[in-house]
């Protein structure tokens, strides 16, 4: 069997003669009976050969495969037999694949072949990722220390900064798309997976949008407010998404749990998430670390970070001053980022170091704040003077 490259196969989908979305599907791949998966040890798109299902999806199925020419092991995607004439899932599918070539970070699975076999079934070759998804690691009873939980969602931010980078959301952000990986020196490697769902912001005229009117994209446990009510998203929806996970992570608890998808979408427009204080095991969360979780999670988007890379910069703040919740608040909208201070000593600073419990201080060392109504009262004493000068002066 020869393989098509995906610009080919994105021709053959803009083709006229297909306009139907038909992919071609000339004779069935050897496949298990009566499930669509394809048989362990099949050659597929005369390149790979198949081995285990790893993770099974709306779209496809991921295996475990190894690449023939020089037995480099990969994660195999390939689009479901049945969605394979499905003219919007195919384009979906295909620009996955386009937006993956352009994404380069290491917290990110890398593409290294994407295209068709002769039978029509589209696929996308990734790194194999030898870990366990987040949601696997959060089923446990045993929650993560605090230093586990800051690395991961550090790398989390880290990935989602060169997505938007590049110009894209990744829309779909939630434990089963973060997967885990542990190092032989005791640490973690972490990648996001499956950007299928994913928007280009700033998309150049004449591009296709693949988002039907009035269709919600995304997880409903996982999903900003303005995703909910299908408003148009940014960077700061994947933002919002991060914090889920944070706060998940801290408190071992899903800050909007509910009993149905609806009551789940109603709380991320409606209820603010329970305070962040402890733990489930007892111990105190940092304030800072616990004021980054309640941060990203505002309702309001420009109430919270303007960037995963800025979450980030606030996770490092809240690991070297835990008790410094100032310090921790998103920038103002004219400024960018976040000054971290002292951003090269994070790698020396661990976070498993911090101390057991945290008690947030009886008074900020910074002072109280002037409160607004004695700033009001000021400007208008001084209004007052000055008007009695100007009558004073006419006189």
């Known amino acids: 069997m020869q393989s098509r490259r995906a610009d080919e196969v994105s021709d053959q989908v803009a083709d006229p003669g297909l306009r139907d979305g038909a992919v071609r599907l000339d ?21 790979y050969r198949v081995g285990g299902v790893i993770g099974d999806g709306a779209c496809g199925t991921v295996y475990a495969a190894q690449r023939l020419d020089d037995g480099a092991a990969v994660a195999l995607k390939v689009i479901h037999a049945h969605l394979a004439r499905d003219p919007q899932v195919s384009k979906r599918f295909l620009r996955e694949a386009s937006i993956l070539r352009k994404l380069d970070s290491p917290h990110i699975a890398r593409i290294h072949d ?57 829309r779909d952000l939630k434990p089963d798309n973060v997967m885990v990986q542990r190092t032989d020196a005791g640490g973690s490697m972490v990648r996001l997976l499956d950007f299928g769902l994913s928007k280009t912001l700033h998309a150049p005229p004449g591009s296709t949008n693949l988002t039907e009117q009035n269709m919600l994209l995304g997880t409903p446990d996982y999903m900003a407010p303005e995703q909910a009510r299908g408003d148009d998203i940014d960077a700061r929806c994947d933002v919002y998404s991060a914090g889920v996970l944070l706060y998940e992570m801290l408190a071992w608890a899903h800050p ?62 809240a690991v070297s001053s835990p008790l410094d919740v100032d310090s921790v608040r998103p920038p103002p909208a004219e400024r960018d980022s976040l000054p971290y201070r002292d951003a090269d000593r994070f790698s020396a600073v661990h976070a498993d170091t911090l101390p057991a419990a945290f008690r947030p201080p009886t008074r900020s060392g910074r002072g109280p704040g002037i409160p607004p109504w004695v700033v009001v009262s000021l400007v208008a004493a001084i209004a007052g003077v000055l008007v009695g000068i100007l009558v004073a002066l006419r006189c």
């Open 27 to 47: 004779r069935p791949s050897s496949r298990v009976p009566g499930s669509g998966k394809l048989t362990e040890g099949t050659v597929f798109a005369g390149r």
């Open 114 to 170: 994407s295209g068709q076999d002769d039978t029509g079934l589209l696929y996308i070759a990734l790194d194999r990722v030898d870990g366990e998804p987040l949601s696997a690691i959060l089923a446990r009873d045993e929650e993560l220390p605090i230093g586990d939980v800051v690395r991961i969602v550090i790398a989390v931010c880290e990935g989602l900064s060169a997505a938007h980078a590049a110009g894209i959301v990744h």
């Open 256 to 317: 909007f749990a509910r009993r149905s998808p609806l009551a789940v979408l109603t709380a991320h427009l409606t209820d603010p998430p329970p305070e962040l204080s402890r733990r489930r095991s007892g111990a105190l969360i940092p304030p800072a670390l616990a004021a980054v979780a309640h941060h990203a999670l505002a309702k309001k988007r420009s109430e919270r970070y303007p960037d995963a890379a800025a979450m980030a910069d606030a996770l490092r703040i």
